[in-house]
């Protein structure tokens, strides 16, 4: 039913700036929970920036990098990237809990929570 859809993604070189965003559909829930996550061919998915509305207003927020700032705007997620650093460079995922029941920062930065995850977009980032 959920349907995510990423764009934004690209080549930058190191200090510059980025915008993802997803898109996501049949999302109707008044609670929304969702996350960006990055990886590494041959690693591990790891969080990046997860985020929890309630009535449109942000209940929850968290980013692994000071640098990174992750907003939910109606039905498209935003992930602004500021200085951009070459160990940034991955496949960045958009995930969606869905529903979102129970919420707790615990199961909003658990990985096996999301059941939705869109295609991922490509970031690289060159010194």
């Known amino acids: 039913q959920v349907q995510l859809v990423e764009s934004g993604g690209g080549s930058v070189q190191a200090g510059g700036s980025m915008r993802l965003s997803c898109q996501a559909s049949?999302?109707?829930?008044?609670?929304?929970?969702m996350g960006w996550w990055r990886q590494i061919p041959g690693s591990e998915r790891e969080e990046v920036a997860v985020?929890?509305?309630?009535?449109?207003l942000p209940v929850a927020t968290d980013s692994v990098q000071g640098r990174f700032t992750i907003s939910l705007n109606r039905r498209t997620l935003h992930l602004q990237m500021n200085d951009l650093k070459p160990e940034d460079t991955a496949t960045y995922f958009c995930?969606?809990?869905?529903?979102?029941?129970?919420?707790?920062?615990?199961?909003?930065?658990?990985?096996?929570?999301?059941?939705?995850w869109g295609q991922g977009t490509q970031v690289t980032v060159s010194s």
């Open positions: 049949g999302y109707a829930y008044d609670r929304k929970c």
């Open positions: 995930a969606a809990v869905v529903p979102c029941s129970r919420l707790s920062m615990s199961r909003l930065r658990d990985e096996s929570e999301y059941n939705y």
């Open positions: 985020i929890a509305t309630e009535g449109g």
